[in-house]
T-cell receptor, first 109, second 113 residues
Framework: GQSLEQPSEVTAVEGAIVQINCTYQ??????LSWYQQHDGGAPTFLSY????GLEETGRFSSFLSRSDSYGYLLLQELQMKDSASYFC??????????FGQGTTLQVKP | DADVTQTPRNRITKTGKRIMLECSQT?????MYWYRQDPGLGLRLIYYSFDVKDINKGEISDGYSVSRQAQAKFSLSLESAIPNQTALYFCATSDFRQSGELFFGEGSRLTVL
């Protein structure tokens, strides 16, 4: 079976660091992706982890622990424009990606 | 021009009508997907296709059908629309070499009255 958990909401202030966790149970797990979606917009790709460890892309980093079926997205130096929904999406060996319900991040001044 | 184009962007229809949402892409990707998004439920996979002769059911395929007319075109049909199919629908594409990265269209907002 498949299950996916991430917090529904997170609030942080500008300039801070926030971590959005994701736990998953995915048959034939292959890797974990993260997406950002602003209100009314299309999801956009942020990062992908196929191997354990940390991947860094500018202010955003993503971590994966395959043995713990756990990953997180780390956002540093938060900006107001980072207010959005963030989705983790495990990829299975069949090639399909299943999305979680998303975490709404609100960045306050 | 967008790489992944969905038409129509907005549609209001009545219960029982047949509706087709179309998706075309200029990225040359082999893989195409249809997702549905409802408030608080994230994105749910309806159907996906890895090439013209390949069609696979996703999490919520009941009430939907798809057609992959060409590598660049993937359409989603609702044979007899019902109100609980009111949602935002996204088409996405990927290249088998780009693990985990989907490219989304702008979405099609469907309202069934």
């Amino acid at each position: 079976g498949q299950s996916l958990e991430q917090p529904s909401e997170v609030t942080a202030v500008e300039g801070a660091i926030v971590q959005i966790n994701c736990t998953y149970q995915t048959s034939g797990f292959y890797g974990l992706s993260w997406y950002q979606q602003h209100d009314g917009g299309a999801p956009t790709f942020l990062s992908y982890n196929a191997l354990d460890g940390l991947e860094e892309t500018g202010r955003f980093s993503s971590f994966l622990s395959r043995s713990d079926s756990y990953g997180y997205l780390l956002l540093q130096e938060l900006q107001m424009k980072d207010s959005a929904s963030y989705f983790c999406a495990p990829k299975s060996n069949t090639g399909k990606l299943i999305f979680g319900q998303g975490t709404t991040l609100q960045v306050k001044p | 021009d967008a790489d992944v184009t969905q038409t129509p962007r907005n549609r209001i229809t009545k219960t029982g009508k047949r509706i087709m949402l179309e998706c075309s892409q200029t990225k040359g990707h082999d893989r195409m997907y249809w997702y549905r998004q409802d408030p608080g439920l994230g994105l749910r996979l309806i159907y996906y296709s890895f090439d013209v002769k390949d069609i696979n059911k996703g999490e919520i395929s009941d009430g939907y059908s798809v057609s992959r007319q060409a590598q660049a075109k993937f359409s989603l049909s609702l044979e007899s629309a019902i109100p609980n199919q009111t949602a935002l629908y996204f088409c996405a594409t990927s290249d088998f070499r780009q693990s985990g990265e989907l490219f989304f269209g702008e979405g099609s907002r469907l309202t069934v009255l």
